[in-house]
């Protein structure tokens, strides 16, 4: 059984900086993909952020492409998502999520054991 605890939200202002990590327990991490995904209020839960399980390969939302930036070692079963030049728009909860081997890195479907969440805040 995978459990994801995710760390690092908080309230920052619009054009700032986080640093969100997830770390992991149970399962083989290193073999296995992660993702980040996000949820607004009132909005789907969306795609953020996804990386191979070598971390070689990763994969972006548009909305954050060359703003965001994820990477993992599997050394400490973690992955993390900097965050930069955040907007408001980049308001939510963000979550971690481990993929089934073999399925698109960018759909929600592909992914089965999710953390808590943590809570993401810009203002302007």
């Known amino acids: 059984q995978v459990r994801l605890t995710e760390s690092g939200g908080g309230l920052v202002q619009a054009g700032g900086s986080l640093r969100l990590s997830c770390t992991s327990s149970?399962?083989?991490?290193?073999?296995?993909?992660m993702g980040w995904f996000r949820q607004a209020p009132g909005k789907e839960r969306e795609f953020v952020a996804g990386?191979?399980?070598?971390?070689?390969?990763?994969y972006y939302a548009d909305s954050v492409k060359g703003r965001f930036t994820i990477s993992r070692v599997n050394a400490l079963n973690a992955v993390s998502l900097q965050m930069s030049s955040l907007k408001p728009d980049d308001t939510a909860i963000y979550y971690c999520?481990?993929?089934?081997?073999?399925?698109?890195?960018?759909?929600?479907?592909?992914?089965?054991?999710w953390g808590q969440g943590t809570q993401v805040t810009v203002s302007s």
């Open positions: 149970g399962g083989t991490f290193r073999s296995i993909g």
């Open positions: 990386i191979s399980s070598n971390g070689i390969t990763t």
């Open positions: 999520a481990t993929k089934f081997l073999g399925m698109p890195a960018t759909a929600i479907t592909s992914y089965d054991s």
